[in-house]
């Protein structure tokens, strides 16, 4: 005669399994570390995002990236102080005091940057490139491109501000850099209080 109760315990022991699968399952919750404790700058679950912008030029692209394409050209164009502390500009390896980029990357008319691992805090694998891209004899555009893990940023809507933050950042710089390569001359630097290229990035 079958057993009511040793169905019902075999339920719950298949229950309780599936229980515990589905807890092994899922990921831990983030651990908050201790005051003054190391902190890693692995990210376990990142998030990474792109930002491309470009801007059309009435130049062609050689004569754009002559203008505005050596590694320190930076600091004219987002009217900051820049340097090369590291290396020599335009070469592999070069490091510019802007955010302690290394230049990583490069083509007759393009550069990509990252930047250094930093202790105590979590990398976001921060990288630019930008590039003077031809589209006639006479006329190109420069193609300016971020990409980030943005995961350590509080919520969504502390994503959507730093990207916008950075659209607005970096569109101004392609403005610049526009200005120059036509030949003119930049409109006065805004007030020094503001953010710098790649700040509030994680890094």
């Known amino acids: 005669m079958p057993n009511p109760f040793r169905k019902t315990a075999a339920g719950c022991a298949l229950a309780v ?3 515990v699968s589905v807890a092994a399952a899922q990921p831990p919750a983030p651990e908050t570390p ?3 404790a190391a902190v890693s700058p692995v990210v376990a ?8 912008l470009e801007i059309m030029v009435n130049r062609p692209a050689a004569e754009v990236w002559k203008r505005v394409g050596k590694y320190c050209d930076i600091g004219e164009w987002f009217q900051i102080p820049c340097t090369i ?4 500009d335009g070469e592999f390896g070069a490091v510019r005091s802007i955010g302690g980029e290394i230049l990583v990357g490069k083509t007759e008319l393009s550069y990509t940057y990252t930047q250094t691992v930093k202790a105590g805090r979590p990398y976001n694998l921060y990288h ?6 031809p589209v006639t004899d006479t006329t190109s555009k420069l193609v300016y491109t971020l990409v980030f893990d943005n995961s350590m940023l509080a919520d969504d809507a502390a994503r959507d501000r730093d990207k916008a933050q950075k ?7 392609l403005q610049n850099m526009k200005i120059l390569a036509e030949g003119g001359t930049l409109p ?5 209080g503001g953010a710098r290229p790649g700040a509030g990035r994680g890094n």
């Open 17 to 19: 399994i599936g229980l």
């Open 34 to 36: 201790p005051p003054g």
């Open 45 to 52: 679950n990142p998030t990474y995002i792109s930002i491309p």
């Open 85 to 88: 502390t590291s290396g020599k």
């Open 128 to 133: 630019g490139t930008l590039e003077a891209r």
């Open 167 to 173: 659209t607005a950042q970096f569109t101004r710089a």
């Open 188 to 192: 006065p630097a805004p007030p020094r």
